[in-house]
């Protein structure tokens, strides 16, 4: 099974894109789905996260009022939202399942993961 990660690109500080995650699991919703991010010689990092639901999210704090992650159950995808971007938002950008009903941080909770998508934000 494979996370299907999309919408990644080039773009202008201050602008906008908005990436996709197919998860096409029978067990989809069951699952909190999160977004990490990595930049090459860089470890890779927790940029958001949603609960099973949709209800409750998590954000890396230099990412909070910028970014916005959903979900849409009946599509097994999850998105992230990404407005006022920044030169050092660039990086790959991965979405992963977790293990867990609740929205987590922990890289190490997440057992299944995408292809990546890249993001370069210029100056």
């Known amino acids: 099974v494979q996370l299907q990660a999309s919408g990644g690109g080039l773009v202008q500080a201050g602008g906008s894109l908005k990436l996709s995650c197919l998860a096409p699991?029978?067990?989809?919703?069951?699952?909190?789905m999160g977004w990490f991010r990595q930049d090459p010689g860089k470890e890779r990092e927790f940029v958001a996260a949603i609960d099973k639901n949709g209800v409750s999210t998590l954000y890396q704090d230099s990412v909070k009022g910028r970014f916005t992650i959903s979900r849409d159950n009946a599509k097994d995808t999850v998105y992230l939202q990404m407005n006022s971007l920044k030169p050092e938002d660039t990086a790959t950008y991965y979405c992963?399942?977790?293990?867990?009903?609740?929205?987590?941080?922990?890289?190490?909770?997440?057992?299944?993961w995408g292809q990546g998508t890249q993001v370069t934000v210029s100056s």
């Open positions: 699991l029978r067990t989809f919703r069951s699952y909190s």
């Open positions: 992963a399942r977790a293990r867990r009903t609740t929205a987590v941080r922990d890289a190490g909770i997440y057992d299944l």
